[in-house]
C-alpha cells in the first residue's frame, strides 16, 4: 500500500501581456492553483486548475485548510473513496466554485500520480480509446485593442493553414452590426467546410437578444452558440436550444454530475463542455461522460488542452480538445516544461507516464519549506 505523505499548493499570478477581453469584461492575470500530491514511495502527481483572474488563493485555501487533513495518511489508490470524503467535507463551503476546483485539482494529482507509479500515460491508465493523437479545435478569436474583423479572420486562417479544421471566436461584446462584420470576415477566410464556434461567454440574460444574434449568425453556420446565457439559467439555454438550429452547448463551469443531468434531462445544451479541473475531477467527469453518453450527447472538454487531451483519447463520447495556441490566452504553458505537439490539427498524445508533464523547474523547486500554500507573481519576486 501506498500513503500520501504530503499535499502542497499554491498559486501562481501570471499577468497577460496584452490585456484579453470577453463579452461583458476584460482580463489583465490569471492566477493558476497548483498542487502536488507526493506518496510514501516518493512518485508525486500534479493537479491544476483556473482560479480566476483575482482571488485565486481561494483555492489553495480550500486545499490547505479544508482537504489536505483527510487525504495525509491515506492510500493513494482510494481514489473514489477519497473523492466521497473530500466531497461531503466540502458541503457546507460550496458545491460549484473555488472549492470543487481544489477537489478537483487533489484528484487530478492523485490520477497523475497513480499513472506515474505504474509507468503509463494517463489516457492508458485510464483505459484509452486513441493512443497516438486525438482531434482539436483552435481556440481563440477574443477582443484585443485594435484587432479589426480582418485581423480576426487573418487569425481563424492562421489556424487552418496548420491543419485545424475546426476554430473558435468569441462573440457578444460589440453590436449586431459589428458582431456580423466578425463572423462574416471569419466565414469568408476559413472557407465553407471548416467549423466555427461561437463563444459568447454569457453575453445575454434574455431570450429575445439571443434570438436576434443568432438570426443574425445563422446563415453563416456557426457549429455552435457557447454560453449564451449565465450558467444558472438553465431554461434560457433550454428555450434558445428549441428555437435555433445551431446546438447550444454550455457546462463549462458547472460542477457534479447533478447539474449536468438537469442540463440533460431539459435538453438545454446538445453539447457539453464538461471541464475536469472544474466539474469536481477525473473521477466525476468520466461519470458525467458516461450519463451524457446515454442521452446521445457528446462530451468537448473545456480549456486545459494539456489535460483534456487524456480524456478524450479514452472517452468514447468526447470528441474534440480545445487546443489554444497563443499562450497569450492560455498562459499556463508557461508554467510547465513540456508542451502538446500537433500535427493537422490533431494533437499527439504523450508517450511519458501520467500527464506527461511537470510544473517548471522554478515552480518545482519553491514550494515553501513548512507550509502548503504560497502566492508568487510570475517575474516578480515576491513570493
Known sequence: MTRITEVRARTVNVPL??????SNRKVLKRDYALVEVVGDDGVKGIGFCYGGNNAGALVTQAVRELLRPILIGQDTHRVEGLWQEIYQESL????????????????TALWDRNARA???????????TDTHSVPAYASGGYYLDGKTPEKLAEEMKGYVAKGFKAVKMKIGRENLAGEEARLAAVREAVGPDVLVMLDANNAWSDLPSALQFMNMAEPYSPYWIEEPFSPDD???????AARTPVPVATGEIEAGRWRFNELLDKEAAMISQTDAAVCVSITEFRRIAATAASYGVEIFPHWFHDLHVHLVASTPNASMVEFFADDEVLNFRKLIDTQLEFDNGRLILPKTPGLGFGFD???SCAWPQGSVWAVRVVGNSQD
Open 361 to 363: 523547474e522554478d515552480i
Open 92 to 107: 457546507l463551503h460550496g458545491r460549484t466554485g473555488s472549492v470543487m476546483r481544489a477537489i478537483s485539482i487533489i484528484d
Open 234 to 240: 438553465i431554461d434560457n439555454h433550454r428555450r434558445l
Open 118 to 128: 505504474a509507468n503509463l500515460p494517463l489516457y492508458k491508465f485510464l483505459g484509452a
Open 17 to 22: 501581456t496584452n490585456p484579453t477581453s470577453f
